[in-house]
């Protein structure tokens, strides 16, 4: 255990733990099923990240060490929940169903969307840090309005929890009793600044000063992630506002590709962390509990890989789109300056996949 | 033909109250709109009639008013927003710029931003800093927002509701100085499209544009001038993003003189767009150079002066002495 | 009492209370000097309101049933201190020297500013809900780096307890442990919304999830706000960071003379605050304690009776400036768009007290 | 004269060395300034010198960022921040628009706001959304500040230092894409004063004002334009607030025609500004209309299109070509 405070159900060992509160009664298809989210997600995004070093991607941001917090999160969603992810939650987009090349659209930037986000019911990666959380409130006030039973959940790190944004979306969450939750994936690193410098207690307890419960999770724990966040949805949509979720973890890569970790952190730190990896601990529960043999791993391990390149094979298919494709979609309704600017492009030759 | 006689800030109730019964998707959010009605009343009794969850009195962060109704706009609710004062608007400025105006872009139009921020502005009320600022220019600079003003009641009853139906984010600035002025509302047909532009006078001499507030002064000065035989065409812009450019410019070619009176400052301004886009337009027809009377470079002054920052019929006559003047 | 959890040292009655951490041990002539502010704030509160109402001010905003938190919070600070208000702490800036014509001129709309807030060390009132506290986390930052032994506080309401500023201000203090107290004024509402609408749990308690100490003292009692008011700055000076005082009272007026507090609140809530007026159970404690006699009483009011004839002088005698004062200080050096309004306007001769 | 080949970065990090060596009170804060040295190591290796008190690494929140270096600046310090991408100011807009812009104002000239607001804007870096912004015309717009850009690392070293010393806040924006472009630097007198628009080369037939990352494009398309017989006089404007419009106006009453170049949406922009000043000032001398060369009205695009969005050699051309035709 890192803390007291923290919930647990299963060491970095694989080894169960209990809780007072919070029990895990998954079984091995479930709990595979989070293996393999979770093998995948890694493997696209190693994926990814080379891809971005050979000048495929314009940017990379790594979700490494995290898959576990995301996953559990992402899959406690219902089907009709709504989720406002920040931009690093290609794991979350993964449980939603939002196709790989899909999320990598952006960074290749061909796109600054990417997806339907009606469609998968997951918002489009936000990179304003905490804007986000105001627009899943507002949603969540949309659910009340429709009597429906569905909740949001809104995703955002340690660095942005010190943006006013963030901090107003608790104050609404609390006075209008939305169904919201939040998962605050304290990653302990803001690009070079550690979560010290923007908290001096644990974050989950930013929550309580705003009248709703926080909870700090095991962050690399997939169970107690999911367990938390299926039980803060439940509540969510049975009526009972609002819960921040503080999911314990550690950015094991650097922050995007354009960054430099040697120069702020030392690497024995990143050595703990890797003792705790998300994956290993749930392979060894399966191995151990369910007696799941070397052989289905390797599937996954294969089908991760296929996935992989695909991604591959559908990033470098996407072409730039036709610069005129910047005029689409601007206003809904058509708009004399913009359709100026359509019309000039043309005649200067520049449209036409230039 | 229904007409009526009523405040533009009545109209504004009535022309929101239309909007709500028509369409149940249309919230209003926003400080004191409640029980209070708002601090100008706009909102006057809609909470009684159409329920807390309709007419959301919100708490006091004008960032989350409006990143809760993007939040709401994508679950396909359409919030009329009122910030209480122009000059409170700036807490929510990365929400307005870097979400309501280009969310609709970013889900390659799956998202509809179809909501509309009221903003009472422009100054002469009296009232202490912050009430009476003019800052339509960081909107209308801004792609993917629409700006608006009403400067009758007429217009403010049927802008609001064609504001509301429209899809795109609309900043719907009101006039404060004018709510309490009276004119006949016809309750029965919109007198224009929301983006045109209007010649409220017909004259020859000089083209005067005008939006919001400034758009009596511009007539004042009309009535000023007549007596000194100069005849003015006073345009009121009404839509300042986008701007009825083919109206100001058909106008100028007849007149070959403009004149665009505003109570923003001048640097980079509305003013300063449409001096440069009907120059590049009418550039043969200008008699005299495109003239702005606008604010000074300062920061709004303290009430008791206000008078001397905002343009006055005199200033407006001084820069059409100055125009009419140019080719003698 | 009002509540447990309320720190409170006098009863409305005027009766001492006993509380574990806080005790007055002011004598007599203190005591009578906070009795003194407080009926002087008081009637020059009323002397603005009519003057308002002669159409004398723009506006006013009466500090009525806020003496005690305001003088208590106000008297607690050293002269080397520095305050942050918001708009309605006129009491505030009578215990920091500022002469009670300067507050009215920004009311009279003569200026945007009143006064010299380097030498009262008193800032300007700030209209903008909030954005002061920001500026009192940065001073208390500077006083760090000066190594000086000096605290900031800073005032605002219930209602911009909500604004993103406010608690990014919060984060700051607890991250720099600076030397600021919170002083929030929590009157019950802001303008026509209660505060439930801003929180569904006490204020003070926002501190306790950022990490730093949170107080709720009876507002109307000026023993009680004085002591804790002067441990927390005690406290920030000698290095022990930000503390937040939420001062539980009672707006007993208008929000402003433009408003018509009777369109939302009820005549019987405020005739139950009427019963805790703070200046009455100062006198009965006095009286009773200190055997003060009517005739001290009667000084007092003779005198603020005669500090609210001279102010009703000052303010008659202010003139509106000369308009081309807009022009100064815009930039503390020469710009030319504001000579050239200079010059536009001293042409058109409307300068000169038009 | 100590002259030193250096990049636009390098530029920076010794210009603000030197300012805080020269003055105690000068302290830099921002998001990652620390040990990583911003994200584009503009303050690599100053915190190590200065220490953590004078370089502070702030908690991720630009409203927070500015409204304490205010609260310092009454304290008497002098705070550099850095914004740590152009797209990332807005939420601190309102402490900017209503505090920094008004502070010294509102004190009737007691509280100093002697802060500089560091801005690495314009794009061409191949970055993802909100990191390409050109937001100046905001500020421009907002009386009160000052702002000032650098397109050269000599510029760079001095402007920096000169805007540390001025009393004014100063909005200081830096060219992103010109960062690792070396030039000249020297290192003992500075070239310019820091409000002063500078003829970056003569010419005759078109006057070409641009800033930031556009006075390379105008260079280039001054190249072109030579080779087809054109001749244009490129001023790069240096501060947008306040303009210097004698360099410029003197400029077109010798051209005739004026083209502005800028990164940013053409509306209510400073190169309507500028159009609109100049317009007036030099009615007579003007052969053709002041045209503006401007990214356009949408939100910034992917940057794998950022090319036909930022205005390019072609697009200058165009213009060029067309003033070039007016009075033929
Ligand atoms: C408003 C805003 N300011 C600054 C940035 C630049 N920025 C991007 S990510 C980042 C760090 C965010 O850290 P955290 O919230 O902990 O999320 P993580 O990257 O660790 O997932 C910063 C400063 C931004 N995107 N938005
Ligand atoms: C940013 C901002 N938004 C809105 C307003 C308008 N306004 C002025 S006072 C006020 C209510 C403030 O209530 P509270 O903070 O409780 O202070 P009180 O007036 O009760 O002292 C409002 C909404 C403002 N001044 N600033
Ligand atoms: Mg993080
Ligand atoms: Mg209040």
Redesign the interface.
Known sequence: MISDELVQLLTPEGERVSHPEYRSELGRDEILGFYRDMVIVRRLCNESTSLQRQGQLALWAPLQGQEAAQIGAGRALAPMDFSFPSYREHGVAWTRGVPPRDMLRIFRATTTGGWDPQQYRHSLPMVVLGDQTLHAVGYAMGIQRDGAEEAVMTFFGDGASSQGDVLESFVWAASFNAPVVFVLQNNQWAISEPTSLQTKIPLYHRAHGFGFPGVRVDGNDVLAMYEVAKRALDNARAGGGPTLIEAYTYRMGAHTTSDDPTRYRVDAEVEVWRHRDPIERVKALLAREFGVHKVTFDEVAAEAEQLALQLREDVLAMDAPDPTMMFDHVYAESHPLVEAGRREMIELGISGGH | MTQQSMTMAKALNEGLRRAMEKDRKV?LMG??I????G?FRITDGLQKDFGE??VI?A???E??I????????????RTVVEIQFD??V??A???I???V??L???????????LVIRLPFQGGI??????SESPE??F?????L?VVVCSTPNDAYWMIQQSVE???PIIFCEPKSRYWEKGEVDLDNPPYGLFDAVVRRPGTDVTVVAWGSMVKTALRAADVAAEEGVSLEVIDARSL???D?DTIATSVEKTGRLVVVQE??????????I???V??RC?YSLR?????VSA????Y?????ED??RPSV??VM?AIDRVMG?DQ
């Open positions: 919230l400080e004191d409640g029980k209070l009605g601090v969850d309709r009195d708490p006091l962060a960032s989350a409006v990143g809760t109704s993007v939040g709401l706009a994508i679950r396909g609710y000059g409170f700036y807490p400025f990365d929400q710029v870097s979400q105006a280009k609709h872009k970013r889900s390659a139009g799956v998202y509809t931003m179809g009296g009232a202490i800093e912050h009430h220019a960081y209308v600079h801004t792609a993917g629409r429209h899809d795109d993003s986008p701007l450019l923003a400052p001048p640097t980079a301004s509305v003013g300063s767009e001096v440069a886009a120059t590049e550039f005299a150079p495109g003239t702005r000074y470079h300062v920061p002054p303290p009430s008791r002066i001397a920052y005199d200033r001084d140019y």
